[in-house]
């Protein structure tokens, strides 16, 4: 069981697109949701989406909302993040991990994983 495997980030102009990748496990798509967290310099780590493991409803923070769109292979165990109209706040280096929802927030358990993964950087010029 190794940890998750993110992917895509870049830099790119504001306005611009990109598409993140996320590569995980069996075990793992099987046993919780899944979601992207984004952390920016001196930020705390937040949630931005989240694809629920029975039905595969969405979630999506407000900030990302109508811009970003998180979606799955379960074929391949791969989730990821399409990102149109992105902008220079979107700066920050995004993880994907298992969550749970409870108390009216996403929670990442990034230890059912072996931890977080790497994370991949992305850049919005303005």
């Known amino acids: 069981q190794g940890k998750l495997v993110e992917s895509g980030g870049g830099l790119v102009q504001a306005g611009g697109s990109l598409r993140l990748s996320c590569a995980g496990s069996a075990r793992t798509f099987s046993s919780y949701a899944m979601a992207w967290f984004r952390q920016a310099p001196g930020n705390m780590r937040e949630f931005v989406a989240a694809i629920r493991r029975n039905d595969g409803n969405t979630e999506h923070a407000d900030s990302v909302k109508g811009r970003f769109t998180i979606s799955r292979d379960k074929t391949n165990y791969t989730v990821y993040l399409q990102m149109n109209s992105l902008k220079p706040e979107d700066t920050a280096v995004y993880y994907c991990?298992?969550?749970?929802?409870?108390?009216?927030?996403?929670?990442?358990?990034?230890?059912?994983?072996?931890?977080w993964g790497q994370g991949t950087q992305v850049t919005v010029s303005s």
């Open positions: 991990s298992a969550a749970t929802k409870y108390g009216g927030a996403w929670h990442a358990n990034p230890t059912f994983a072996g931890g």
